[in-house]
Antibody, heavy 129, light 111 residues
Framework: QVQLQESGPGLVKPSQTLSLTCTVSGGSISSGSYYWSWIRQPAGKGLEWIGRIYTSGSTNYNPSLKSRVTISVDTSKNQFSLKLSSVTAADTAVYYC?????????????????????WGQGTLVTVSS | QSALTQPASVSGSPGQSITISCTGTSSDVGGYNYVSWYQQHPGKAPKLMIYDVSNRPSGVSNRFSGSKSGNTASLTISGLQAEDEADYYCSSYTSSSTDVVFGGGTKLTVL
């Protein structure tokens, strides 16, 4: 079964760039129709969708973060990555990577698979000087 | 402020049933059958419990069920067990540019 694992620095200074990588195991990141996603959760708060990258490489970002976010994929390493620039204390959170299904068509109708499964275990990133 | 509205907390005794609501708009919950629910224990990653409003992934107990009426989706847990104590989040596809929106989460306490 597919498993995801986040990695990256746990401490980032204000105004710098947060960089995280999600390694996919148990399956190829290129196979199937999936969106590889990043979601974050500040301590004691809810979940916030950051963005996603499709198997083809196309991306979509949360408009509230779009100017600062870049998601990329490295199929040779079976990884996808998140970069968030100009971070502030408000970006302190647990960051999760997760897989979301893509669309499919059946019987003349098309559908989306809008759920996240599996998730990585999450990694805490603290923004502080 | 989250796009989907959930009660901050609910509680129930072992064996009882509880329902958690998730209210959105016609642009998300009401417009699509793409509501999912996640269970999150402290310090753990969210776990998918329900997708497409009422479908359970393999391995999820049939004590968990989902439904939707208008702009409000609901998660019902029957036969409450101590292990069900956790935070629960709803999520929905949205026609806005964010693609997916989450609820603010509901803390379930098993008394």
């Amino acid at each position: 079964q597919v498993q995801l694992q986040e990695s990256g620095p746990g401490l980032v200074k204000p105004s710098q760039t947060l960089s995280l990588t999600c390694t996919v195991s148990g399956g190829s990141i290129s196979s199937g129709s999936y969106y590889w996603s990043w979601i974050r959760q500040p301590a004691g708060k809810g979940l916030e969708w950051i963005g996603r990258i499709y198997t083809s490489g196309s991306t979509n970002y949360n408009p509230s973060l779009k100017s600062r976010v870049t998601i990329s994929v490295d199929t040779s390493k079976n990884q996808f990555s998140l970069k968030l620039s100009s971070v502030t204390a408000a970006d302190t959170a647990v960051y999760y990577c997760a897989r979301r299904g893509g669309g499919y068509c059946s019987g003349g109708s098309c559908y989306s698979r809008v759920w996240f499964d599996p998730w990585g275990q999450g990694t805490l990133v603290t923004v502080s000087s | 402020q989250s796009a989907l509205t959930q009660p901050a907390s609910v509680s129930g005794s072992p064996g009882q049933s509880i329902t958690i609501s998730c209210t959105g708009t016609s642009s998300d919950v009401g417009g699509y059958n793409y509501v999912s629910w996640y269970q999150q224990h402290p310090g753990k990653a969210p776990k998918l419990m329900i997708y497409d409003v009422s479908n359970r992934p393999s391995g999820v107990s049939n004590r968990f069920s989902g439904s939707k009426s208008g702009n409000t989706a609901s998660l019902t847990i029957s036969g409450l067990q101590a292990e069900d104590e956790a935070d629960y989040y709803c999520s929905s596809y949205t026609s806005s540019s964010t693609d997916v929106v989450f609820g603010g989460g509901t803390k379930l306490t098993v008394l």
